[in-house]
T-cell receptor, first 111, second 110 residues
Framework: GIQVEQSPPDLILQEGANSTLRCNFS?????LQWFHQNPWGQLINLFY???GTKQNGRLSATTVATERYSLLYISSSQTTDSGVYFC?????????????FGSGTQLTVLP | KAGVTQTPRYLIKTRGQQVTLSCSPI?????VSWYQQTPGQGLQFLFE???????NKGNFPGRFSGRQFSNSRSEMNVSTLELGDSALYLC?????????FGPGTRLTVT
């Protein structure tokens, strides 16, 4: 099956710092999403970005589908950005919508 | 538009019992998927339903089953619970490609 690797596994930042999270995937995909898991466990949608670049406030994401990676940028980080960030993909083949998740990046933003 | 809802939010069961979890998707969404999250295995796909038909199934034993009703609401059932079934169960709703998750049901098996 498709492999999804996220790096780094853990990231500790001082408030105000910028960060880049990376997601590598091993096969062609027709869906790539970034999520933030809140302390209660819910996955919050950040970006649906199978290709190209999107921005939403302090967050932006870029997916280079031909090179099979995606990047999530967090600028001017805040303590509320803390949590686990997941990248998830759906294979291009087939009609089902099975998301395969990476193992996540645990982000801690210190005040 | 209301989001994905899951009930119950928390559940404690005893080994050997069975459990049913419920998911109501976003209005108009016909695809519902279920995922299990554990500290050891991460987020794993259980199954997907579309228009009352199971379209895809993950690598889980037959004790895990599900169904979808004509209003797109879905239930998943786990029979003969084992300690290892303790997990956060997440439901996702989709209208096209983007998937939206509910708050989850946290199941503890004792």
């Amino acid at each position: 099956g498709i492999q999804v690797e996220q790096s780094p596994p853990d990231l500790i930042l001082q408030e105000g710092a910028n960060s880049t999270l990376r997601c590598n995937f091993s096969d062609s995909v027709n869906n790539l999403q970034w999520f933030h898991q809140n302390p209660w466990g819910q996955l919050i949608n950040l970006f649906y970005i199978p290709s190209g670049t999107k921005q939403n406030g302090r967050l932006s994401a870029t997916t280079v589908a031909t090179e099979r990676y995606s990047l999530l940028y967090i600028s001017s980080s805040q303590t509320t950005d803390s949590g686990v960030y997941f990248c998830a993909v759906v294979l291009s083949s087939g009609s089902a919508r099975q998301l395969t998740f990476g193992s996540g990046t645990q982000l801690t933003v210190l005040p | 538009k209301a989001g994905v809802t899951q009930t119950p939010r928390y559940l404690i069961k005893t080994r050997g019992q069975q459990v049913t979890l419920s998911c109501s998707p976003i209005s108009g969404h016909r695809s519902v998927s279920w995922y299990q999250q554990t500290p050891g295995q991460g987020l794993q796909f259980l199954f997907e339903y579309f228009s009352e038909t199971q379209r895809n199934k993950g690598n889980f034993p037959g004790r895990f089953s599900g169904r979808q009703f004509s209003n797109s609401r879905s239930e998943m059932n786990v029979s003969t619970l084992e300690l290892g079934d303790s997990a956060l169960y997440l439901c996702a709703s989709s209208g096209s490609y983007e998937q939206y998750f509910g708050p989850g049901t946290r199941l503890t098996v004792t």
